[in-house]
């Protein structure tokens, strides 16, 4: 066992050192050997000290609070203070438009009507005339797509017949 004193490796077992002739601890030694003993004791083991626990991430309720709770940033988002409606009533104008032009254009202009009124019903104050044209902007868009893909269809079949009676004939 190693000298606690001079670092020299005596044989198991050994009371004294054999080299400074110190008393050595009874065997074994016990396991903690970087306390209280000269570091350069021959086992070219550092006793490094335990990294300190890492800092606890900050709480979340500060962060949650200044980021996501604050009523401010919910406003802003979502509900715009100058209507002060708990539901805003959705005009559904792009896809009156996108249905507009993608598939029929006189079904989907009057979904796109519908839709404008819906704002302006809203800025008047007719939240039930709103939602009732909010209603209709959405059906008018579902027929022009609707129509859009019944007239598409129909060409499909148009081009497959006059392919069919031009490889028949
Ligand atoms: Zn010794």
Known sequence: MNCPYCGFVNAEGATTCASCDQQL?????PPPAGY????????????????PAPPAPPAPPAYGQSTYGQPA????GYGQP???QPAPIKNHLVMAILATLCCCVPLGA??????SQVNSKLAA???AGAEKASKSALLWSWLA????????????????VSVVADSGF
């Open 25 to 29: 601890p009874a065997a074994p030694p």
């Open 82 to 84: 100058s209507y002060h």
């Open 73 to 76: 940033y919910g406003q802003q």
């Open 110 to 115: 009057v979904g796109i009507i519908f839709a």
């Open 145 to 160: 797509i609707g129509g859009g893909a019944l007239i598409g269809i129909g060409y499909a079949a148009l081009v497959a």
């Open 125 to 127: 104050g007719d939240i």
């Open 36 to 51: 209280g003993q000269p570091p350069a004791e021959g086992y070219g083991y550092a006793p490094a000290p335990p990294p």
